[in-house]
């Protein structure tokens, strides 16, 4: 009879602890993650560029790896498809970029670069604002689309641990701190003219 009643109360207990550490991972997966709160294609002298914006904090471990000088890597992924009924949806575009932020000890400036340009700023603040706005990226060519036809665009940010340096990758791998990523954001695009 006592036998009885322990497995289902363990049993019980058992499910209860699980939900709880679900819970508490769901959590705290949503509180490191990036939301995309628009996206937006614009048409200049060459095809499409891509407007985002993005809105994350970075919790105290990545906020203090960055102050300790270890560079971070955000990368913007943009991909645009055309569903075929009778073959793979075609994919005229992917295409990525990514931003470094760093800190600069002596000098006590976060610095944001991407390709070329560099950018200082003297608070984490200023520089995590401009990470958080793409503007103006080229992402479509105007002769990789065509006029009238309807496509599905997706954009999405994350953390890039893969741009780390080595020792950094493998701490990345496995420490739940370093994820920070957002989800697609799908939207459709219709080609109404060629840019001009």
Known sequence: MTIKRFFPLRLAAVLWFALAVWLGTA???????????RASLQADGNGWNLDARFDFDLNSN???AVNKGIPLYFTTDFELSRPRW??????????????RLSFQPLTREYRVSSG????????????????????????IDRNEVHVGETYNASVRMQLDVALMPKPFQIDAVNNRDWNLASDWKRFTFTVTERAK
């Open 27 to 37: 959590g705290s997966a949503y509180a490191d993650s990036i939301a995309v709160q």
């Open 62 to 64: 990545l906020e203090d």
């Open 86 to 99: 009778y073959w793979f949806d075609e994919q005229p575009v992917s295409v990525s970029q990514s931003i």
């Open 116 to 139: 070329g340009l560099q950018l200082g700023f003297s608070t984490l603040k200023d520089a995590l604002s401009v990470i958080k706005h793409v503007t103006s990226w080229h992402v």
